[in-house]
């Protein structure tokens, strides 16, 4: 038995989420089931995060278990040539029997793209939340400090939440308007928008993440940035330990797993 | 009667191109369809570009002539509530009688994405052209030079092009590695890619293109980038006046038209 570690990417666009669902299509159930194509091993995939419906990755890790002659470079690489156009296997090695996917998570990062422009974002409407207001980063990054360090953040957890603890460590939460990716797209001469920097790009990096909690997150601070809430009320929010009191949940389209660090 | 000049933008990528055809869905079919159900009235699109299927646009361009009572800026706005996310019309705006979007553009800018790295770039797979090994975008861009300025393009269209002159004039075509758009999504940290710049975008400006003029263009500077034609060899392709004697076409994935100058 070898142990291998696969570094994935993906368009969440088409899929029911990362995790195994009966007759829906799924990036769990497509790869488990290449696998079995290729060598006749039905294995079971262990993914870190159990991305929802919509969303991206561009680094999520999972782990398995196979009895196969092939090397797994050879495997991986036939594998990726039978994946949709939408699945990517980015890497894969074996590793030690005692690593785990899940377990050995030393931190995440999810990064969340809005798009604040007046017209809607043909070419990235998968691909970002398209919310055409004037939003203020600034009280937005300030309202994000908020939530850096250690805290019980059940009010940013989606009640079908069922970990033990709701106790999570965010190490960054930054808010950026016009990252690089603007520019490209919104050269061209005739786009009339509300401001030329009409991005905006929320990176949350933690120990871990509680269902929904990025999205929970994001939707809080376009309340502040909207200015129907203070900054100063994210840490309200936080102490009240009730969802009811965050602000509604943002949608998954634009939310991606970028990096896993183990 | 008024003319109306849209400014147009769309994902080309589940249409069958710009030209209205029986029983497939095409971005001027949309349109005038959309346009009928709300105004009751069947007006007739003339597109400046007649995009092919899975060619994307920025900035394409087309009037149509209506009778019909709702403000201009009114009548756009309850067009695009009805289009899909996939097409978005970001101007219109009443114009002259004598404004033709077809014959009195001056100027129009393509714009082409090329994705070098080894992994499949799910996020942009329909955006651009997954070409995974090493091209030198420094001997691409002096190829490009030979282009620029009035020739005879015959070789660089394809067969069906029906146009009576072949002649055209392009006005900048620049080939730049690592755009910007490059950096935000591989700024993820465990990508490993063979280059830290696999992104190569090519700009084409003339006063007119011939049927397949940019892709062809693009696979023959590809051609000079894998080191298999020299960057002089343009110019005898140019010469040539033959199809046959330049690269093959790119795919249309990766075209998307970016602005039209009047």
Redesign the interface.
Known sequence: MRKIKL?I???GTDYFGWAKQKNRPTIQGVLENTIAELTGKYVELFGSSRTDAGV?A??QVAHFEIDCPVPTENLARAV?NKLP???????AEQVKPDFDAIKNTKSK?YRYWIYTGV??P??Q?H?CW?YPYKLDSAVMAQAAQYLIGEHDFKSFASAADKRSSSIRTILRCDVQSA???S???H??????ERSSLPWI?IDVEADGFLYNMVRNIVGTLVEVGRGRYKPEKVEKILKACNRSSAGPIAPPHGL?L????Y
Chains 1, 2 share one sequence.
């Not at 156009?85 to 890497?91: A, C, E, G, N």
């Not at 970028?258 to 660090?261: A, F, G, P, S």
Request: aromatic residues 14%.
């Open positions: 570094t990417a993906y368009d991206h561009l680094g990726n156009q939408s699945i990517s296997i980015i890497s990062m017209n809607r043909v070419l409407a691909y398209y990252p690089e990716i520019y490209a797209y050269r061209a001469a005739n786009v009339n790009c991606c970028m990096w896993i660090r």
